[in-house]
């Protein structure tokens, strides 16, 4: 069983930053791979990023890329989502999820948390 936390969403202006927090407890050594996700209010979930908290590689979405930035700190088991130039369509609720490797889908990941809000408004 792996649990995931995530943290750090809010209410941010058009333009501003937040960094979301995935805290990851559990089995984490047999999934190594992080994503993001995130959903807003009438659409499907999309993938944001991902990680390999083994090596670091990374992927990004075009729609963040450039804007996000994913990391992670092993010794505190926890991946970060540092997210700047922040737009209203960036506003949806933000989950994290552990799987057994870095992909696209959804599909591929095995355990989520229970995600945290960010809404980008003025």
């Known amino acids: 069983q792996v649990q995931l936390v995530e943290s750090g969403g809010g209410l941010v202006q058009p333009g501003g930053s937040l960094r979301l927090s995935c805290a990851a407890s559990?089995?984490?050594?047999?999934?190594?791979?992080i994503g993001w996700f995130r959903q807003a209010p009438g659409k499907e979930r999309e993938g944001v990023s991902c990680?390999?908290?083994?090596?670091?590689?990374?992927y990004y979405a075009d729609a963040v890329k450039g804007r996000f930035t994913i990391s992670r700190d092993n010794a505190k088991n926890t991946v970060y989502l540092q997210m700047s130039s922040l737009k209203p369509e960036d506003t949806a609720v933000y989950y994290c999820?552990?799987?057994?490797?870095?992909?696209?889908?959804?599909?591929?990941?095995?355990?989520w948390g229970q995600g945290t809000q960010v809404t980008v408004s003025s």
């Open positions: 999820a552990a799987g057994p490797r870095v992909a696209v889908s959804e599909y591929e990941y095995t355990y």
């Open positions: 990680i390999n908290i083994s090596d670091g590689s990374a």
């Open positions: 559990g089995f984490t050594l047999d999934y190594p791979a």
